[in-house]
């Protein structure tokens, strides 16, 4: 038994070493960038290439808030990236939940409606989405970027397979003790899957965090943009500030890394068990 304890253990190492590899291999574009913040402009271009900075500097962080109004953009980032997330929670799990544990008609019909629209690329939708804002009033405003981020296909989909796990059993017994529909849903339904909330939160707040192409087309104010429109203006026709471009994706690195450090662990989770029930 010892033995073939051992030999399973000793089969593990080289798939641990591939791994260890694969996450350097990802992390370091990440770390160089974030040491290259704190580099001089001449020494982040220099042939052959240095991982640590010869001498750390202050002054790309400088040039960063000098050249954009970054606070400006750090804010509209927050509004937009929790705006859209926040009732993003109410209205997907409802829907998710309606899919999962209802049965109406034309709900699998429906359903399938749904799902087929993943298959279509925002660029399709961009121009009709932008005509619909512009006409509803909602351009240049956060209603406009925020309310056409609400529901997701794909946020729907996460919701339906997690509420698609829970037993039966739950949803009758509460009835049984006269809890109302919503009460259910609410009280008993959501804490139990805490982990697909948590997933939905960390990944919607991040791909909005991120977003570079919806708040560019639906805003036209500069105190309207967002922290990744800002970081753009680093990236000129002939020249590229990369010394403050990576100043400023350093601190925009800085409010996802800690919302990922707090909900890994039910990030994890729910990455493991959403989705594998259809």
């Known amino acids: 038994m010892k033995s073939r304890n051992l030999k399973s253990k000793l089969l593990q190492i080289p798939i641990l070493f591939i791994f260890i590899c694969l996450a350097v291999v990802m992390l370091l574009p990440i770390v160089w960038m974030l040491l290259s913040s704190f580099k001089p402009d001449n020494e982040i271009i220099k042939y052959p290439p240095t991982l640590f900075p010869t001498a750390y500097t202050l002054k790309n962080f400088i040039k960063c808030t000098q050249r954009?109004?970054?606070?400006?953009?750090l804010k509209n980032s927050f509004i937009y990236s929790f705006g859209a997330t926040i009732p993003s929670l109410l209205?997907?799990?409802m829907a998710g939940y309606a899919f999962a544990r209802y049965n109406f008609k034309g709900k699998d019909i429906i359903f399938?409606?749904?799902?087929?629209?993943m298959m279509i690329p925002f660029q399709v939708i961009m121009i009709p989405s932008f005509l619909e804002v512009h006409a509803l009033g909602m351009y240049?405003?956060?209603a406009g970027l925020i309310i056409p981020k609400i529901a997701a296909a794909y946020w729907i989909f996460m919701m339906r397979s997690a509420f698609s796990g829970l037993p039966k059993e739950l949803e009758e017994a509460a009835r049984i003790d006269g809890l109302s529909e919503f009460g259910i849903y609410a009280r008993i339904m959501m804490p139990l899957i805490k982990p697909a909330l948590v997933t939905l939160i960390i990944l919607s707040v991040n791909g909005n965090w991120n977003d570079l192409l919806w708040p560019l087309i639906i805003t036209s104010n500069s105190k309207m943009r967002t922290l990744s429109n800002g970081l753009a203006l680093f990236v000129g026709a002939r020249t590229i500030e990369y010394g403050a471009?990576?100043?400023g994706a350093a601190i925009s690195l800085v409010p996802m890394l800690v919302l990922y450090i707090f909900g890994q662990k039910y990030f994890v989770e729910g990455q493991a068990t959403s989705g594998l029930k259809g």
């Open 91 to 93: 209205v997907n799990t």
């Open 68 to 73: 954009i109004d970054i606070w400006v953009y």
């Open 140 to 142: 240049d405003n956060y």
């Open 245 to 247: 471009a990576f100043a």
């Open 112 to 117: 399938v409606i749904f799902l087929a629209t």
